[in-house]
Structures are given as C-alpha cells and as structure tokens.
T-cell receptor
Framework: GQSLEQPSEVTAVEGAIVQINCTYQTSGFYGLSWYQQHDGGAPTFLSY????GLEETGRFSSFLSRSDSYGYLLLQELQMKDSASYFC?????????FGKGTRLHILP | SQTIHQWPATLVQPVGSPLSLECTVE??????LYWYRQAAGRGLQLLFYSVGIGQISSEVPQNLSASRPQDRQFILSSKKLLLSDSGFYLC????????????????FGQGTRLTVV
C-alpha cells in the first residue's frame, strides 16, 4: 500500500522557523510535493522535489531523501497568514496520494 | 491560462436524494481529472481519477460514481445519498504523466461543501 505520515499539528511563533516532516511507505513515485490549504479553501501547490536534496522557493524550502523515505517542508520567517494545513503528496503513476495533513498554528 | 470550475459551492441534500457535482477545466487538453473528499479537519481522500474520456478509476468502494463525458468535464454522482457522504468535495486537474514527466502539481477547484441531512 501507499501511506504518508505527517504530524497532525505543529505550533510555532511568528517570525520563527518551523519544519513539517513527512515519511512515506510507497515506491515507484515521481517525487514529493507540498500543498497548503487555508480553512474553507482549496489546496494550493507549494513545492515539488523530484530529486534528493533541498528546493528553495522564497520563505519555503522542501527537502527529499529517497533513501530515508523522508521529506520535510521548512517555513522561515513565519507570518500569521501561514496558519493553515500543509499536505505532502506523491504522484504514483497517474494517482496523487496525499498525507493526512499537518495543521500549523502560529502564535503572535 | 488554465482555470477549473466546480459547482455548486454549498449543497444541502436529504438522505436518499440523488447527487450530481460538476467540474470543468478550461485552457488545457487531455488533463488528468480527480475527485477528492475531505472530512472536517482531515486529509484528502482520493475517490476517482480519470486519464481520458470515459476512463474512470475508482479508489474507494462507496455510494458514489464518476463520469467523464467530455475531455474537460468530470461529474461526481450518487443515486441515493447517505449521511456519511457529507464532506468537502474537491475536483482537481493536472497534466498527465506522459506529458509532464511526473510533476505532481495539481490545480484544485474551490470545492463543494455537501451536507446530507
């Protein structure tokens, strides 16, 4: 089967850095993606790691290690608007499988 | 540019009534299309996906069905709704694997919040 594990909730302080981890048990996938979803809204794409290593997009970075079946999303200089749920996802063949999501709470 | 339309935004239906949710995509051809359901505060459960007209793959046995009568149209249906069908339904599209080389970026509609009463 395919499964992706994420912490259900993470809390951090405004201006700080937070890391959201994702471990997976699947094979034959193309890469690891991250999505953001605000309450009541639709998920939006944040980043994609096709290869091992770090990808940086502004305040957000994402990392993948296929040998460790592990990835993470790193959010820097946290802002209140970053309060949302974050999902890791893998694309296996034509399916997109999502983790259960991590709710990020940001304290002022 | 590509856009995805999903309607209605909210829906309240009695148990046992039929359901039809529609999703259309503009600005792209032969997209992969997806239906997801999300329970409150939970993850995205893949219900159906389609790689072409008339091609439907079902991920979870359930009370729902999907159809793709046109290249950029994806419909989610039920003949008789159950209370457990309540949730947030999301349609999404992405470029097929053979074209994109595996890039996972998917684009979501704004969702339909279904309440079965």
């Amino acid at each position: 089967g395919q499964s992706l594990e994420q912490p259900s909730e993470v809390t951090a302080v405004e201006g700080a850095i937070v890391q959201i981890n994702c471990t997976y048990q699947t094979s034959g996938f193309y890469g690891l993606s991250w999505y953001q979803q605000h309450d009541g809204g639709a998920p939006t794409f944040l980043s994609y790691n096709a290869l091992d290593g770090l990808e940086e997009t502004g305040r957000f970075s994402s990392f993948l290690s296929r040998s460790d079946s592990y990835g993470y999303l790193l959010l820097q200089e946290l802002q209140m608007k970053d309060s949302a749920s974050y999902f890791c996802a893998v694309n296996r063949d034509d399916k997109i499988i999502f983790g259960k999501g991590t709710r990020l709470h940001i304290l002022p | 540019s590509q856009t995805i339309h999903q309607w209605p935004a909210t829906l309240v239906q009695p148990v046992g009534s039929p359901l039809s949710l529609e999703c259309t995509v503009e600005g792209t051809s032969n997209p992969n299309l997806y239906w997801y359901r999300q329970a409150a505060g939970r993850g995205l459960q893949l219900l159906f996906y389609s790689v072409g007209i008339g091609q439907i793959s079902s991920e979870v046995p359930q009370n729902l069905s999907a159809s793709r009568p046109q290249d950029r149209q994806f419909i989610l249906s039920s003949k008789k709704l159950l209370l457990s069908d309540s949730g947030f339904y999301l349609c999404a599209w992405k470029t097929g694997v053979m074209t994109s080389g595996g890039n996972t970026e998917a684009f979501f509609g704004q969702g339909t919040r279904l309440t079965v009463v």
